[in-house]
């Protein structure tokens, strides 16, 4: 077999100019210079927070169902003949208007967006369509075994806090009303503390000028939600949730994690993507590559603004349920006891500094880190400082990191699977309490 070759030198981040303003009303406007095709991404991100569930489900569905001026449709078109489209979506934190078009459309597609956060009508008829889309989604969803492991994770991991419940119930959603909707829009759709990015084939000063125009007199007097910090991960009994007839058991571990400012962000990036972050990984070459019990283990950090936390999936076959579990816990417990190889290390730098550089090569990527970060209150200078950091991490660095948020005996464990046929093994390894 013919030998890999060395990895090449990683090239210097090189950071666009971010151009900002922040209007008398209190949005931020950030726009940036990406000239690679005529186009311009918008990322509009709208504090959320402590919503109630259903309702703001609905009205990121509905959010541009109609105003007074103009209908659905008639919205589509008009962002059709800019080759545009807009959408929203809406999770624990925030609410986001997503889109694109072309760079000549810009001020059509900001004035737009304008009518829609100020004059969104939530018309009866299409609310009621997008409800009933909704609730079929929701059963869907909860017919899936991914969806039901997620939703007994959550609750494991943060209790009676926000973030343990982030999908509405069917009967919730049923009982939403337009007015309902509307009332929620005015009361958290508001321009304080809402992040617009602009990134395309523009001028910055004169977009920033353009999102002024548009958007300058959008205003609102509700309120704004903080959330609490999320508990600390309390280690105890997996969590066995029963599934009757599975042949699959879905294995979900949660674990202790920073954020990105913390100084062990970037030793613990390299220690999950070390673990299971990537298809190099210990844990897909363990459990997928080795003993083939399953065909897509995946670990990642997931940042929220309440907390972060280190998370890992994977679906495996009822009969190798406990043994797949055993190995995760071996890797998990190896990682955190002895330091990574250097050239093994090294790899897994290559691949998070190859990302940064990747996640920013297209003007979607762009715009997708800009709002992202700016939701944290941090600006693409920041991506320079981390690249730093996962630069000059070192093996030690790594194994300390490993040792202090990733050791199994800190893991909250969820199985979902047939109990009578995974539940002694499970027994075999750790307590177990069935759900």
């Known amino acids: 077999m013919k030998a890999l070759p060395d990895l090449g030198p990683?090239?210097?981040?090189?950071?666009?100019?971010?151009?900002?303003?922040?209007?008398?009303?209190?949005?931020?406007?950030?726009?940036?210079?990406?000239?690679?095709?005529?186009?311009?991404?918008?990322?509009?991100?709208?504090?959320?927070?402590?919503?109630?569930?259903?309702?703001?489900?609905?009205?990121s569905q509905t959010l541009f169902s109609g105003t007074?001026?103009?209908?659905?449709?008639?919205?589509?078109?008009?962002?059709?003949?800019?080759?545009?489209g807009l959408s929203a979506g809406v999770d624990p934190d925030r609410l986001m208007v997503s889109g694109n078009g072309l760079v000549t459309g810009?001020?059509?597609?900001?004035?737009?967006l304008a009518e829609v956060l100020t004059g969104a009508a939530y018309p009866v008829e299409e609310v009621t369509t997008e409800r009933d889309r909704l609730i079929d989604r929701?059963?869907?969803?909860?017919?899936?075994?991914?969806?039901?492991?997620?939703?007994?994770?959550?609750?494991?991991m943060y209790g009676k806090h926000?973030?343990?419940?982030?999908?509405?119930?069917?009967?919730?959603?049923?009982?939403?009303?337009?007015?309902?909707?509307?009332?929620?829009?005015?009361?958290?759709?508001?321009?304080?503390?809402?992040?617009?990015?602009?990134?395309?084939?523009?001028?910055?000063?004169?977009?920033?000028?353009?999102?002024?125009?548009?958007?300058?007199?959008?205003?609102?007097?509700?309120?704004?939600?903080?959330?609490?910090?999320?508990?600390?991960?309390e280690p105890g009994p997996l969590v066995l949730v029963d599934r009757p007839g599975a042949v699959q058991s879905s294995l979900r571990l949660a674990l202790p994690a920073v954020g990105r400012t913390h100084e062990d962000h970037a030793a613990l990036q390299l220690a999950n993507l070390l673990f299971g972050g990537y298809f190099s990984s210990r844990w897909v070459e363990n459990i997928r590559e080795d003993k083939g019990y399953t065909y897509g283990p995946h670990s990642l950090i997931e940042h929220a603004e309440a907390g972060s936390a280190f998370v890992a999936a994977a679906e495996v076959a009822t009969a190798v349920t406990g043994p797949a579990l055993l190995e995760t816990?071996?890797?998990?417990?190896?990682?955190?006891?002895?330091?990574?190889?250097?050239?093994?290390?090294?790899?897994?730098?290559?691949?998070?500094?190859?990302?940064l550089q990747l996640g920013m090569s297209t003007q979607a990527g762009l715009a997708g880190l800009a709002s992202t970060y700016a939701g944290f209150g941090l600006r693409l200078g920041f991506l320079a400082e981390h690249a730093a950091r996962l630069a000059g991490a070192t093996r030690d660095d790594v194994a300390a990191a490993a040792a202090r948020y990733l050791a199994p005996s800190r893991a909250i464990t969820v199985v979902l699977g047939d109990a009578e046929k995974i539940e002694s093994p499970l027994r075999a390894l750790t307590a177990v309490d069935k759900a």
Request: aromatic share 4%; no cysteine; charged share 25%.
């Open 106 to 112: 810009l001020d059509r597609i900001l004035e737009l």
């Open 162 to 233: 926000p973030y343990a419940v982030q999908t509405p119930e069917v009967e919730q959603v049923r009982a939403v009303r337009p007015a309902q909707v509307r009332a929620l829009h005015a009361e958290r759709l508001h321009p304080a503390g809402a992040t617009l990015v602009l990134v395309g084939d523009i001028t910055p000063d004169k977009a920033l000028d353009a999102a002024e125009r548009a958007l300058g007199t959008w205003n609102g007097g509700g309120k704004q939600a903080d959330l609490p910090r999320t508990p600390e991960l």
């Open 68 to 84: 007074a001026e103009l209908s659905t449709v008639e919205i589509a078109a008009e962002l059709q003949k800019v080759g545009g």
């Open 138 to 156: 929701i059963q869907v969803a909860q017919s899936q075994p991914s969806h039901l492991a997620r939703v007994a994770l959550l609750k494991r």
């Open 10 to 59: 990683t090239k210097k981040l090189k950071l666009p100019k971010e151009v900002e303003r922040k209007l008398p009303n209190g949005l931020t406007v950030i726009a940036i210079r990406r000239p690679a095709v005529p186009l311009v991404e918008v990322r509009l991100r709208v504090p959320f927070a402590r919503t109630h569930l259903s309702r703001a489900a609905l009205l």
């Open 329 to 355: 816990y071996y890797e998990l417990g190896r990682l955190a006891s002895l330091p990574p190889k250097e050239d093994e290390l090294e790899q897994a730098r290559q691949y998070a500094l190859g990302t």
